[in-house]
Structures are given as structure tokens and as C-alpha cells.
């Protein structure tokens, strides 16, 4: 707690003085979603992969050494840049490595925006962006997303006009899981004038028959940065690992100028590694995730409750309207968050608007989702 609220003074009191600059004293910070300690939580709330890390992660983490911690890592990752470079068809020179995909989103802001320029994000997404923008200072321009979660046809026309030096796109898209196609990425990548990011954080759950791959337009435009993490698809949430993907004219002053020297950790380089290397095995996760994913949206469907098309590990559901007990749909879905916390399963509400009356599920692994569904139905079908 913050010790102002101990003694009750109003902000605007200039007693006690903050030492914040301006911006950040009247930030909001992120608010992360629950993490609670009890392990017979059924959590499906912050879209963490249900299914362990593979072996070859579990191998590389009992060959580390005490021995191993004495020395600074490799500053640049450079081992794991090469494993990336090769899946991705690239040269290393075109990844970057970071503490998470959080630190690349901030990167790219410190690094390609100044103060006081603006910054474009649909809305909604991904909660963070507007909090890393307030830290650089920097105006955040949402563009409202159509009723289907797509960008309009005027997507880059909008982000021009914005004026914004960079533009984040999250794709799947977060909340909703929706997959726009590279063909409108790219059609918005030719012509954005400024900084495109792609967040790919979900990109592991994209059914592979849709034969999306977004990292060939890093080869055709250098203002294009994918972001990609080690969190979601490789179970690896708390190692904190991730990577970009970019022309060398978007890496380099990440990797030389702008970066923590230091920014990711012997372990985390060594275990992240190992992971991407063993591929075929996480994709036995994700493959599973997909089929859970088609079996929670048909139940949901058969319970009124309807999904949009989702190409994560996530479904955005939306309460019906039509249930004689409650006055709205917004009032269902908070209904419904708070007896299924009630009874050890956590999922994602958002009072915002377009999200009120839905909930953000997790798709976890099939005793749980099966766990989800029984209550679920017994709120909403009681016999
Ligand atoms: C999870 C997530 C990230 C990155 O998370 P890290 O754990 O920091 O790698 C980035 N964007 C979106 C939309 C996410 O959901």
C-alpha cells in the first residue's frame, strides 16, 4: 500500500512530495490476472498452457550447475538466436531475444518512440500496451475493432491518420482469439508509415492446415516486428523468455542500445533453447489444446452460450441474453464468474466495455475443462 493511503491525504496535497515524474504518478499500473498458491485451483484465467514443459526442457534444467551461475551469461543469447534462426529460416542478426515478451513490447516502445508521440493499438487487446505507452509517455490512439473483432478495411488509413510511430497488432487476437490472414497483414504492413508489431503470443494454437506464417513478411518489410514467447506454447510462463523477429534495422539498436545488458538469464537461455529445439513434442500440447478448444465451444454452444471463432488457447464466450432470471447478459457473465470462483475455477471477466457480458475461458486440460462445463451447466441448465 502506497503510504499516503495510510494517513488518508489526498493526491493533490503536495505533502508527502513525489518523487515520480509526472506520467507515472498518474499511471495506472498492469493488473495482472489471478495467481493463486492453492494448487486445486482450476485455473483457466491467464492462458497458460494446462500441459507441462517437454522432457528436453526438464533434461536442460538438471544439467545446469551451480557452476554455471558464477559467470554473466552470453549477453546476446546468441545459442538461442541461432535455434530460432533455423526454425525461422532466418540469420540470427534478424532475432532478438528478451526477458519475456513484455520486455520486447517495451523495447520497441523505448526504442522506436519518442515522449509525446503516439502509439496505435485496436481495441480491445492486449491491457498492457496503453500501461508500457503511460511509462514512455506516450498517447495511446485505440482504433475500435468491427463487431466480428476484425480491423476494417481502413486499418492502415486509420493508423496513419493516428499519426502513430508504432502499432500493435495481436494476432490470434487477444481477447477473442480471432486469426486475421497475412494477406491483411501485409496489406497493412505496405502501408503503415510507422512501426508494425505483430504479437504473436498465441501463434502455437493456429490449426497448422491454415498454413498461416506471418515471419515471411519480416523478408519483405523492415517496419514489421514479431513478437514471439516461450510462455504460452512451450509452458514456459515463469522462465520469462521470449523473442523478436525483424529486419536488422528493427533488432539492431534493440540489441546494442536499448536492451538490459544482461536481459536474459543463463537458465532461461539454456532451458528456452532446449525448447524450441524439441518442437515436435510441445506441438503433441498444442494439438490437444485445439481439440479441447472444438469440444469446450460445441458445449458451450449447447448451453446458449456462443464463442467467437478462436484460433488460441482461449475462447471468448458470450452469456445469453435470454435467461428469464437475470435482467442482462452482463449480469450472467458476472454471475457466472463469481460461482465458478466460488467453486475453485478462476476465468477472466473484463468490465470493459464490448467484454462485460462475456468471460474469457482458458482452455485447460480435459478434466478440467470437463470440470468447467458440469458447473457451468448446473448454473445455467439447474434441473
Ligand atoms: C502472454 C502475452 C504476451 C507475452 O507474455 P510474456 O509472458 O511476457 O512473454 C504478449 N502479448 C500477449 C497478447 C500475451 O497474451
Known amino acids: 500500500m502506497h503510504p499516503s493511503a495510510l494517513i488518508n491525504l489526498p493526491k493533490s496535497l503536495p505533502y508527502p512530495m513525489s518523487y515520480e515524474r509526472p506520467n507515472i504518478q ?25 500441459y507441462p514443459a517437454t522432457s528436453a526442457v526438464e533434461r536442460a534444467l538438471r544439467a545446469v550447475r551451480i557452476d554455471d551461475l558464477r559467470r554473466y551469461p552470453q549477453p546476446y543469447a546468441n545459442e538461442f538466436r541461432k535455434e530460432a534462426a ?27 518512440v519518442d515522449p509525446g508521440q503516439s502509439i496505435a493499438i485496436g481495441e480491445p487487446s492486449y491491457s498492457l500496451y496503453p500501461v508500457l505507452a503511460a511509462i514512455q509517455n506516450c498517447p495511446v490512439v485505440k482504433i475500435d475493432l468491427q463487431d466480428d473483432w476484425q480491423m476494417g478495411p481502413d486499418y492502415a488509413d486509420a493508423l496513419n491518420a493516428s499519426g502513430a510511430k508504432l502499432a500493435f497488432i495481436v494476432n490470434p487476437h487477444a481477447p477473442s482469439g480471432l486469426l486475421t490472414p497475412v494477406a ?31 515471419v515471411s513478411l519480416v523478408k519483405e518489410f523492415d517496419n514489421v516486428l514479431i513478437l514471439r ?26 540489441l546494442y542500445k536499448t536492451r538490459d545488458s544482461y536481459n536474459t538469464d543463463f537458465i532461461s537461455q539454456a532451458l528456452a533453447t532446449a525448447a524450441l529445439g524439441d518442437r515436435a513434442e510441445a506441438a503433441h500440447s498444442w494439438r490437444k489444446v485445439r ?3 472444438a469440444r469446450v465451444e460445441q458445449a458451450l454452444g449447447e448451453l446458449g452460450v456462443s464463442c467467437s471463432p478462436s484460433q488460441s488457447n482461449f475462447l471468448l464466450a458470450q452469456l445469453p441474453d435470454t435467461d428469464s432470471r437475470y435482467e442482462s447478459a452482463e449480469m450472467l457473465a458476472r454471475e457466472c464468474y463469481q460461482r465458478l470462483k466460488d467453486d475453485g475455477i478462476l476465468v477472466r471477466y473484463f468490465d470493459m466495455p464490448r467484454l462485460r457480458d462475456k468471460l474469457r475461458i482458458t482452455i485447460g486440460t480435459a478434466q478440467e475443462n470437463s470440470q468447467l462445463l458440469r458447473q457451468l451447466t448446473s448454473y445455467l441448465r439447474p434441473s
Open 26 to 50: 498518474n499511471m495506472t499500473g498492469y493488473s495482472s490476472g489471478e495467481q493463486p498458491r492453492q494448487a486445486d485451483v482450476v485455473k483457466l484465467n491467464t492462458n497458460e498452457n494446462p
Open 86 to 112: 533455423q526454425y525461422h529460416q532466418l540469420a540470427v542478426a534478424n532475432i532478438l531475444a528478451t526477458n519475456g515478451g513484455d520486455e520486447l513490447i517495451r523495447l520497441a516502445i523505448t526504442t522506436f
Open 184 to 214: 491483411t497483414l501485409r496489406h497493412i504492413a505496405q502501408r503503415f508509415t510507422g512501426v508494425l508489431v505483430i504479437d504473436e503470443a498465441y501463434v502455437d494454437f493456429v490449426d497448422p492446415t491454415l498454413g498461416y506464417d506471418a
Open 229 to 254: 514467447t516461450m510462455s504460452k506454447g512451450y509452458s514456459l510462463a515463469g522462465l520469462r523468455f521470449a523473442y523478436g523477429i525483424a529486419s536488422e534495422k528493427l533488432v539492431a539498436p534493440m
Open 291 to 293: 481439440e479441447e478448444r
